[in-house]
């Protein structure tokens, strides 16, 4: 018998006991850490959430204090800059934060960059899971490989990123809603946390290595983690750009092979709870799409007891531009710049190939509305079958599933400058168009900007209809002024159409719209003689330009840009300077929110739709 206490003089009893509660001390790591990694996460999407409702209700209360202040002095009459004020040091503060971790970039390779708030993120996120995986771990220096202790940690780590992994990717996004960021931004997180997962599963095979796969649970671990591999490392950028279609298919494909092996294997452990909440959310998504496609199938607005026109209409615009005019299904609501994925089924190659297209229209109380608008691009799969369809005859039902993304509240700003290159048009002109209909009925900003840089005057058709009829009645004291750049030698900002559609377009050809037919349209537009319209037959300066418009503003500025790279990274270099020294003076905060088309394939503009929390000036 050992006396109780004493096992000092009984070697193999120690062992027996020391080893036991090692033994215990690792279990409850392996089951308290994973979750201590998902508590981390949570808390740090529920402080972005509250940031962002911390903004929205900051713009409202902003956006009440500017209509009083504007409607004691006259828009001309304000002073914009004063002496230094030193109670608009948040402000301040605030602003130049923004500046540097948001437009501030590290180039990565020849085409692709990350912003330092991405770099900041991915190596939090990394610290975070390898920090947890691998701390009070035991390792055998006498064993050649991979301590075996990591194994666990590493595989339960790995397997509880799967919801948020899952959730990032989704379309229906809460993370998004809460967060206010798009759900095609998110897109950059659910990449990146992918590949560090694939490294995390590398880490916990490795461990394994030793051990023959004859187990199912095993072999299931082994057939996740090479569909995860592959998912990673074969589906990289220039991949996705060059064949999107088959990406989204062997996408969807590996990534039910991923989940439904990693639930086999974590079932062995008794973790199965770590992945089918992933599950449970991916199904979520579908059901929610199919829904809103059912909607948009079955249930057409009815206007005065009657269906009306139920037939999409396709225009073929000069720049080989396709305008698709549908009927806005029941219960279909928007706010401006939202996204809708179009499906065709005349048009695309597979069922549910669905294309993201911005509503160019705007969700009013007038007839308006019972339209949406799609100002589409054509470049070489699905816009280019479209392009080319014979419009004369019907081109079928258009399926809608949407509205996605998080564009910006233009609430509460003094300033709002918009710029879009090319067809980017399509996600500034409903925020113009919603900017004058509220400053209409009361005060949406006291100076509104919009600018457009096209290849082509003649491009101006594609808005012209829609700009002529919210440029009626614009009240006084808004100072509203239109900047259109038409110079062929701006391919760098804007898109060129003969690139993408290189075979020409045999519709707009047989329509008389080719390049050359429309020289004399400078003078036959009436758009083009109104005051607030200014054109430009030059390249525009856009530095020099934004200069302007910031020494033009005060208080809060949103820029809004959506174009080519290129462009979007002029805006962004433009305002990347703290203005410390401007703001305390009176000069704007400036919120940005880069669109770029291209996010499906690129991620350089990622969280560029700043918050502009604490931007509630005295
Ligand atoms: C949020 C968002 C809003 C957009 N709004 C507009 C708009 O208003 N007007 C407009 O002209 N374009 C818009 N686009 C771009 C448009 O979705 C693509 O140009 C279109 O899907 C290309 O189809 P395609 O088969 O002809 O492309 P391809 O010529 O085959 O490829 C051209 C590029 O489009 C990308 N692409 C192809 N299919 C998709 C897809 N299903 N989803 C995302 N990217 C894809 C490819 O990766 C490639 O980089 C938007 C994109 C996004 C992400």
Redesign the pocket.
Known sequence: MVPPGDYTSHPVIITAHSESLADALRDERNDKYPLQVWYFLVCFIFLVSVINWIDIAFAYVRAKRQRRRLAQTSSTSLSLRGSIDLLRLPLALTDTFRALSFRWTIPIGRSYSLNIMQVLLSATYIVILFAWSLINRKSNVKVKRVPDDWADLSGRIAAIQLPLIVGLGMKNNLISCLTGV?F?KLNYLHRMTSRVMMVLVWLHSGTRVHKVITLPGIRAGVLAAAALTLLCIVWVRPI??????L??VTHLLLALIIVLSAYFHAKRREVAQFVWPAMALWALDRFIRMCRLAISFFAKKHESGRKISSEPKVEILPGH??RLTTPTPKFFHWRPGQ?A?LILPQISRTPF????????TIDTKSSHNSELK?????????????HNSDISKSIGTVLIDGP??SPPRLVGYDSVLLIAGG??V??TLPLLLDLLERSKSGMACRRLTFVWTVRQLEHIVWIEDDLLGALKDIPPNLSLNIHIFAASNQNDIEEDPEK?DDTGSTAEKENGTESGIHEGYHGSHRILSLPMIKVHQERADLPTFIKNEVAQAHDCMSVNVCGSEKLNSAVRESIRTPRMVDILRGGPTISLHV????????VYSFLDGECTYISFAK
């Open positions: 798009s095609e996705r750009g060059k064949a999107y279609e990406f989204l531009l396709i996204t994925y190939e669905g294309h993201p297209f911005t509503i160019s799609f100002l589409i691009q054509s470049r070489k799969g699905f816009t280019r079958r479209l996605y993304s067809s980017g399509s996600f993408l669109e770029s088309f291209e996010n499906a394939v690129r």
